[in-house]
């Protein structure tokens, strides 16, 4: 053999084996996610209470709001995900001053958390707003894609991850379950998360955040098996692949990224909870079904959420978050 073909050969073969250890790597893991996926049935049960006439439509400030926090306080304190508040409640508490006069009374974030087992201090931040429109002039706004969706695949993937931290794959690095408040009066809660950080932002790997994925919009009525993303490449093309890499390992969506473009109108990128941590140079995904006749109506009920979607979607997000807590090294930002 010359010399050209052996370094040819020992080029190839160094190749071969740099693509199959990175593919096994995620292999690996999704042997183990195989053990683990959303629950369809408690997703709904968890939906159809959250969007019930017990929480008012959730404004923020008002009393259906407080139940639902009280809801969600209790809901961890059940599975025995501690939180990470000092004085052991799951409340971040926001005064009324915060809230630029857009409601009467105080709010709070709900928090839980669970303890990495060799990044601690490192933490990924997954997210959802759990406030909505109220009630205005005798009619609830229910908004269960808007965002009870959200909400239960927070709780849900919560719940794996304590599930696997029992059966001693506990997560590497830490995870913060942040149900913000006052998204709908502009994006208070995660306004106030960033500028109080619970854990320093310079820690925080990435934000997964979820608003809206119970539906199906107009443009895919015939192909409902999708779920657009935006952000994802906007800080971290590592993200970006990671989550692309996991779609296609596991739930095979058909990721859009139409309202990731910088030239979309709509401009979504800057209108959920996800902005304030992009802002602070967090890598982001936001999972997003789009809008329908239903967006912001009393119209959003939870009879009109599609389970099986739903549950599919939540799993995509929780496998995502599973790479990007149990993966060698922390997400990379962009250097440009
Ligand atoms: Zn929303």
Redesign the pocket.
Known sequence: MDRNKYLLLLFVTVLFFACSSQKSSIEEVFSVTANYASDEALLKKNLIHIASLEFNGRETGKPGQKKASQYLANYYRDLGILSPMENGNYFQEIPKEFFNKNTENGSENVLAYIEGTDFPEEILVISA?YDHLGNKDGQIYFGAD??ASGTVAVMEIARLFQVAKKDGKGPKRSILFLHVTG??IGLFGSKYYTSHPIFPLNKTVANLNI??IGRIDKKHEKNPNYIYLIGSDKLSTELHDLSEQVNQTTEKLDLDYTFNSEKDPNRFYYR?DHYNFAKNKIPVIFYFNGTHEDYHKPTDTADKINYELLTKRTNLIFYTAWEIVNKEGRIALNTN
């Open positions: 707003h808007d965002d998204e709908e608003d809206m959920s």
